[in-house]
């Protein structure tokens, strides 16, 4: 069975770089799919920030890309996420999510974390 | 930019079907999938490739996708099934993920 855990502070100061990792186990990174984030601003939707697969390609939501880097350890079956320059907009519930693909288009998120709360404030 | 519309609640008695729709101009291209969140929790997949269900999901659960509308159906609705439900699908590119507003089904 699969499972995602996030992890890192659940408090960011404005202006700073979030920073989360995923620890997976039950599955290889290397074996497939694509692995990433999502997040869920409180009372609202969700919002798609990226997904990456294990050799490096990446996918970033555009509205977010200037800002966004996920990268993928393999060794330790982590990924992790940076988020620069935030502000109180960020403030979040982040879920890692596997995401599968069919025919080299984003299909459905098939795994998720419990997701961790950041909440940027000075 | 592209979006996913869904409606923001549908209200159904407990028995009865619920349906709810999805709309984007890239469907008929683009697979649907769609999520089940429930309070404090993460969502879940109950549909994907439009009408596909995972293991585990019950029956009364299904998908249909028909030109530029997505349907999530929830036959026989039972009060665990009051959520909120999220579809999903990819931008006319196939490149990015998208995610409707969402709609939160009351189960009256």
């Known amino acids: 069975q699969v499972q995602l855990q996030e992890s890192g502070p659940g408090l960011v100061k404005p202006s700073e770089t979030l920073s989360l990792t995923c620890t997976v186990s039950g599955y290889s990174i290397s074996s497939g799919y694509y692995w990433g984030w999502i997040r869920q601003t409180p009372g609202k939707g969700l919002e798609w920030i990226g997904s990456m697969y294990h050799s490096g390609r990446t996918n970033y939501n555009p509205s977010l890309k200037s800002r966004v880097a996920i990268s993928v350890d393999t060794s330790k079956n982590q990924l992790s996420l940076k988020l620069t320059s935030v502000t109180a907009a960020d403030t979040a519930i982040y879920y890692c999510?596997?995401?599968?693909?069919?025919?080299?288009?984003?299909?459905?998120?098939?795994?998720w974390g419990q997701g961790t709360l950041v909440t940027v404030s000075s | 930019s592209y979006e996913l519309t869904q409606p923001p609640s549908v209200s159904v008695s407990p028995g009865q079907t619920a349906r709810i729709a999805c709309s984007a101009d890239a469907l008929p291209k683009q697979y649907a999938s769609w999520y089940q969140q429930k309070p404090g929790q993460a969502p879940v997949v109950v549909i994907y490739k439009d009408n596909e269900r995972p293991s585990g999901i019950p029956e009364r659960f299904s998908g249909s996708s028909l030109g530029t509308t997505a349907t999530l159906t929830i036959s026989g609705v039972q009060a665990e099934d009051e959520a909120d439900y999220y579809c999903?699908?990819?931008?006319?590119?196939?490149?990015?993920?998208?995610f409707g507003g969402g709609t939160r089904l009351t189960v009256l």
């Open positions: 999510t596997r995401l599968a693909y069919v025919v080299l288009v984003p299909a459905w998120f098939d795994t």
């Open positions: 999903q699908s990819a931008d006319s590119s196939g490149t990015y993920v998208i």
